[in-house]
Each structure stands twice: as C-alpha cells, then as structure tokens.
Nanobody, 119 residues
C-alpha cells in the first residue's frame, strides 16, 4: 500500500541544522497535503509544517522562520530543512500524507525519526 519512510534524524548541537526526508511510494500529488509532525515525550503530537498539493504552506509559530518544507515531485520526496535548532525541538518527527484526493481515506504516517538537539 502507501508507504512513507523518513530519514535524516540524529543528534545535532544547538544552533545546528538538519534535513529530514520523507520518501513516498506514489506521487505526492495523489494526496491533499503532505506534512511533518513531531511528538516529544509526555507531549501531544503537533503539526510542524504542511504543504498542500497546490503548494500552499503553513508552519507552527515555534518553527516559523527556522524550518522550511519543500518537495521534489520527481522523486516523490518531501523535505524538512531545520535551521537554528533548539533543545526544545527534540522530538520524534513523523511524515504525514493527507487523504487521497476525492477518496475519503484516512491520513498515512511514517514510522518516525528521532531528532535530538543537545550539547
């Protein structure tokens, strides 16, 4: 079926940068939107960034100006460029694909990748 595979997580120092990738098993234009969510221990999963099939983007206020979501349609891949990382960015980051166009399906999720910001 639909598969989403995240990569690029790891340990980074405060102020550093990291890029996450999400490889999707079909055209990303098949979905209403693609996004990145994160969940820290003891906290709710929250939206980090989203891009619709039409190219509209939105970001959580806490990451605006530091994170950028982008896509490579030829590679069926969505990216999250993270700059000026802070310890509070530490979380498991999940790739999300919105419902298929005109299908009524539920969202699809990747397995998650750990991002740790620490000195």
């Amino acid at each position: 079926q639909v598969q989403l595979v995240e990569s690029g997580g790891g340990l980074v120092r405060p102020g550093g940068s990291l890029t996450l990738s999400c490889a999707v098993s079909r055209s990303i234009f098949s979905f209403t939107a693609m996004g990145w969510y994160r969940q820290a221990p003891g906290k709710e999963r929250e939206l980090v960034a989203r891009i619709t099939s039409g190219g509209f983007t939105n970001y959580a206020e806490s990451v605006k100006g530091r994170f950028t979501i982008s896509r490579d349609t030829a590679k069926n891949t969505v990216y999250l460029q993270m700059n000026s990382l802070k310890p509070e960015d530490t979380a498991v980051y999940y790739c999300n694909a919105g419902p298929l166009h005109f299908s009524g399906t539920s969202d699809y999720w990747g397995q998650g990748t750990q991002v740790t910001v620490s000195s």
